[in-house]
């Protein structure tokens, strides 16, 4: 399979402890996304990355989580001092960019934080 | 604030029927109007996407129909199959340096066709 992958698929932590998920994609993809999805909502965007740049933070995104890319390639998300409200799907996307047309992101299948 | 309103919520439609699945917008930068399909314990899934400079995109039996002036889009399944089932999300983005990256999503729609 050649799809964006995710690990762990489902995470079951502590309030206060850290946690960090992994995304990896499509390999020539040079765009990667982390959107976050609660239980009856839509993706709600997270930050985004164009090679190794991360380029924009939503505000969703508290000081308490940090998102790399080295190289470029995969990325890691982690959360320090989980909260129950960050209990949620954590998806990660990638696209490949192009000049003239949009371009399509491709999901993951996401990664269940499970905060108690 | 929300900026993408989707309805309904769920439907349900006979195998063979048309669903329908609306969305309106109020950011009137939104240039780029795409629907997610997503199944249970997956990621979502492009189905089919629209900019504004049509009205209608019609790939094999689903359809988008846009109207600008109202800021509203919609999303037509024809021929709905029980496969179809699943949850569809409409989404929209604007340009920002040359780009179309920041996804605003609807709440969902859960679509169940029975058989």
């Known amino acids: 399979d050649t799809g964006v992958s995710q690990d762990p698929r489902h995470k079951i932590t502590k309030r206060g402890q850290n946690v960090t998920f992994r995304c990896d994609p499509i390999?020539?993809?040079?765009?990667l996304y982390w959107y976050r999805q609660t239980l009856g909502q839509g993706p709600e965007f997270l930050t985004y990355f164009q090679n190794e740049a991360q380029l924009e933070k939503s505000r969703l995104l508290s000081d308490r989580f940090s998102a790399e890319r080295p190289k470029g390639s995969f990325s890691t998300l982690e959360i320090q001092r989980t909260e129950q409200g960050d209990s949620a799907m954590y998806l990660c996307?990638?696209?490949?960019?192009?000049?003239?047309?949009?371009?399509?992101?491709?999901f993951g299948p996401g990664t269940r934080l499970t905060v108690l | 604030q929300q900026q993408v309103k989707q309805s309904p919520q769920s439907l349900i439609v006979q195998k063979g029927g048309i669903s329908i699945i609306n969305c309106a917008y109020e950011n009137t930068a939104f240039d780029y109007f795409p629907w997610y399909q997503q199944f249970p314990g997956k990621g979502p899934a492009l189905l089919i996407a629209i900019r504004p400079d049509v009205s209608e995109k019609k790939e094999g039996r689903f359809t988008i129909s846009f109207n600008k002036s109202a800021k509203q889009f919609s999303l037509h399944i024809m021929d709905s199959q029980p496969g179809d089932s699943a949850t569809y999300f409409c989404?929209?983005?604007?340009?920002?340096?040359?780009?179309?990256?920041?996804?605003?999503f609807g709440k969902g729609t859960l679509l169940t066709v029975n058989p």
């Open positions: 989404a929209a983005s604007q340009n920002s340096g040359g780009s179309n990256y920041k996804l605003t």
């Open positions: 390999s020539e993809h040079n765009r």
């Open positions: 996307a990638s696209s490949l960019a192009q000049l003239t047309l949009t371009d399509t992101q491709y």
